[in-house]
């Protein structure tokens, strides 16, 4: 099991930054990939970044340049730095862990944090 607190959302000018942080409950090497997702209203939620074991990132194209997905494994956190903010951008933001296992993978959520960017 995976708890996973996201922290850092709320409502930022358009051309502004946030940086939103997921705490989880276990060291992150446990987990083999750590991800942003995101789901505005009426919408899927998703892909926003990923950021693997060993510290390989992907990323969605509409997010390259702006966002940057990092980890600090000390604090066991993962955090989402977004930058030049769009209303589009509007969502909320969710974390999520997965955990490779022999016949299937296993996903944790967070709770998600609200982020809203205003024009």
């Known amino acids: 099991q995976v708890q996973l607190v996201e922290s850092g959302g709320g409502l930022v000018q358009a051309g502004g930054s946030l940086r939103l942080s997921c705490a989880a409950s276990?060291?992150?090497?446990?987990?083999?990939?750590m991800g942003w997702y995101r789901q505005a209203p009426g919408k899927q939620r998703e892909l926003v970044a990923t950021i693997t074991r060993g510290g390989s990132t992907n990323y969605a194209d509409s997010m390259k340049g702006r966002f940057t997905i990092s980890r600090d494994n000390a604090k066991n956190t993962v955090y989402l730095q977004m930058n030049s903010l769009k209303p589009e951008d509007t969502a909320v933001y969710y974390c999520k862990a997965t955990i490779y296992r022999m016949v299937t993978n296993n996903d944790y959520w967070g709770q998600g944090t609200q982020v809203t960017v205003s024009s």
């Open positions: 276990r060291s992150l090497f446990s987990i083999n990939v």
